[in-house]
């Protein structure tokens, strides 16, 4: 049934990126069976072996014990596509910001997957994705922290018709999974990133007019405001790619200036300097 915690037995993630790769590992790590899907056999397998290494490195620091990275590896599998997530009992989507996809992608999860799975998604608008399901009591949000095994915040963001069973039981499985929630009304970036990106875009703004270098601008966040990492530094963390698509949209959908995108993020990413994924965004990492 629908929202009972425990008929969740097996997680499906779609999308073995760093987000949904982090999600599957978390699962394992707290005894469900998971299935990691992507568009093909190989990109699956290839973020079960980036878990691998990430649960590796955690076993040398002593963070882990072998035996319990050992048993969550023996419990994920790779997948293709919505169709290799029949038999989960919770689909969470984490693919590539971008609605039209992730609407498709729905469709897809909604044929295939079993009646009375949940439907989750990592980001995007929640009823927008729950309409063109037939199971819109099943549709809700759970936008996960980067890096996931890291960071303790999940939000929990219910669409116009999701049930009072599917909250409950993603907020049951949220705390098995050693997190945090809070809960968002269904709007543009939530509760956090509503916050975040405008931070990140001001420290942008600031950098475009040579207010300050960017480790100066670092600098002073993380000791003015005792925040851990710099906004141009996180920014390089998140991706400044992700970045600008959180700003555009909030822009487009909230409709004030405020949100507009710096140029300087916006030339950024036209050069390919997405941070430290590519080696190179406010900050240079190639050494």
């Given at each position: 049934?629908?929202?009972d915690?425990?008929?969740?037995?097996?997680?499906?993630?779609?999308?073995?990126?760093?987000?949904?790769?982090?999600?599957?590992?978390?699962?394992?790590?707290?005894?469900?069976?998971?299935?990691?899907?992507?568009?093909?056999?190989?990109?699956?397998?290839?973020?079960?072996?980036?878990?691998?290494?990430?649960?590796?490195?955690?076993?040398?620091?002593?963070?882990?014990?072998?035996?319990?990275?050992?048993?969550?590896?023996?419990?994920?599998?790779?997948?293709i596509?919505?169709?290799?997530?029949?038999?989960?009992?919770?689909?969470?989507?984490?693919?590539?910001?971008?609605?039209?996809?992730?609407?498709?992608?729905?469709?897809?999860?909604?044929?295939?997957?079993?009646?009375?799975?949940?439907?989750?998604?990592?980001?995007?608008?929640?009823?927008?994705?729950?309409?063109?399901?037939?199971?819109?009591?099943?549709v809700?949000?759970?936008?996960?922290?980067?890096?996931?095994?890291?960071?303790?915040?999940?939000?929990?963001?219910?669409?116009?018709?999701?049930?009072?069973?599917?909250?409950?039981?993603?907020?049951?499985?949220?705390?098995?999974?050693?997190?945090?929630?809070?809960?968002?009304?269904?709007?543009?970036?939530?509760?956090?990133?509503?916050?975040?990106?405008?931070?990140?875009?001001?420290a942008?703004?600031?950098?475009?007019?040579?207010?300050?270098?960017?480790?100066?601008?670092d600098?002073?966040?993380?000791?003015?405001?005792?925040?851990?990492?710099?906004?141009?530094?996180?920014?390089?963390?998140?991706?400044?790619?992700?970045?600008?698509?959180?700003?555009?949209?909030?822009?487009?959908?909230?409709?004030?200036?405020?949100?507009?995108?710096?140029?300087?993020?916006?030339?950024?990413?036209?050069?390919?300097?997405?941070?430290?994924?590519?080696?190179?965004?406010?900050?240079?990492?190639?050494?």
């Open positions: 049934m629908s929202g915690i425990s008929a969740i037995k097996q997680v499906g993630v779609l999308g073995a990126g760093q987000m949904g790769a982090g999600i599957a590992h978390i699962a394992a790590l707290a005894g469900y069976e998971v299935k990691l899907a992507d568009i093909s056999l190989e990109r699956a397998e290839k973020g079960i072996e980036g878990i691998a290494k990430r649960l590796g490195r955690s076993v040398e620091k002593g963070r882990l014990e072998a035996v319990a990275r050992d048993a969550a590896l023996t419990r994920i599998g790779a997948a596509g919505p169709e290799g997530l029949a038999s989960c009992d919770l689909a969470i989507e984490a693919a590539t910001e971008n609605i039209e996809l992730k609407r498709r992608l729905f469709a897809d999860l909604d044929r295939a997957c079993k009646p009375g799975c949940i439907l989750a998604s990592n980001t995007s608008s929640i009823t927008l994705l729950a309409a063109v399901t037939g199971r819109p009591e099943d809700i949000g759970m936008h996960f922290m980067n890096p996931v095994p890291v960071m303790k915040l999940v939000e929990i963001i219910r669409g116009l018709a999701t049930s009072d069973a599917t909250y409950g039981a993603i907020l049951a499985l949220s705390a098995k999974l050693g997190k945090t929630t809070i809960t968002s009304k269904d709007s543009p970036g939530f509760i956090v990133n509503r916050i975040l990106i405008p931070l990140i875009n001001e942008c703004f600031a950098l475009q007019e040579g207010l300050a270098t960017a480790a100066d601008i600098t002073g966040i993380k000791l003015g405001l005792n925040h851990p990492m710099g906004p141009l530094e996180l920014a390089d963390l998140i991706g400044l790619d992700t970045c600008l698509a959180i700003a555009d949209v909030l822009h487009h959908e909230l409709g004030e200036d405020k949100y507009r995108a710096a140029n300087v993020l916006r030339v950024h990413v036209a050069a390919g300097w997405l941070g430290r994924k590519s080696g190179r965004g406010f900050y240079d990492y190639r050494k």
